[in-house]
């Protein structure tokens, strides 16, 4: 149940767009009145799927009631104009294992929301040219963790998939300054219409070889 209708068709507004993202279903997080719906815009695959964590974000009001934590994979219409039904099943994508914090956040700077839209663009149609006829799924998956998993200078570093999660989910509306923050490994931009997360990289590779047996003389 939320708070009145307009914020039942946000929240189907919401899930649509993260199912037209490919994103393995929506967290639905809620309590006190508040509802925080969370959705992986890009999430990696598999041990060697170097595709970033970037999640996208929308939290609104609910029923002071509604208390939950749960990842489903559609919601639907109810008879009442405020009221969404759920499905009967919830899911557990690996994605939903790994959580921003709560607090912490530093302040990291600004952009400008239409430099966000220009970089999604452009990495929109990099995929859609990289991407040749009768390329196997391994193949394109590898391109679009390429492409959105490339730091961008233009965003400040960030990797080039946070403008594909704001695109994806609708938050980039017109002239905007998009506030930066950082907290761990994380880091948000915090839009008008929702906020996009982005979980840095783990530190990789090995440590330097070194010789563990007892020494021989030459």
Not at 32 to 37: E, P, R, W
Not at 99 to 126: C, F, K, T, V
Not at 201 to 212: D, I, S
Request: proline fraction near 6%; charge should be negative; aromatic fraction near 6%.
């Amino acid at each position: 149940m939320l708070a009145d209708a307009q914020t039942a068709r946000d929240v189907l507004t919401f899930s649509g767009r993260a199912s037209k993202a490919g994103a393995d279903g929506v967290r639905l997080q809620a309590s006190g009145g508040v509802l925080a719906l969370t959705a992986a815009a890009l999430a990696p695959q598999g041990l060697f799927d170097h595709t970033p964590t970037i999640l996208a974000m929308r939290i609104v009001h609910a029923d002071p009631e509604l208390q939950c934590d749960l990842v489903v994979e559609s919601l639907g219409e109810s008879a009442e104009p405020n009221e969404l039904t759920l499905p009967d099943t919830a899911l557990s994508p690996a994605w939903a294992g790994v959580a921003p914090p709560r607090g912490g956040w530093e302040a990291r700077g600004e952009l400008d929301a239409h430099i966000i839209a220009e970089r999604a663009q452009w990495g929109i149609s990099a995929v859609a040219h990289g991407s040749p006829g009768g390329a196997g799924e391994d193949a394109v998956r590898a391109l679009r963790a390429r492409i959105w998993g490339e730091p961008d200078e233009a965003l400040h570093g960030l990797p080039r998939g946070v403008a594909f999660a704001a695109h994806a989910f609708g938050f980039i509306s017109g002239a905007e300054r998009v506030r930066i923050t950082a907290s761990g490994r994380w880091t948000r931009l915090a839009f008008a219409r929702g906020h996009v997360l982005s979980r840095g990289p783990a530190v990789t590779g090995l440590t330097a070889v070194r010789e563990t047996g007892p020494q021989i003389e030459r």
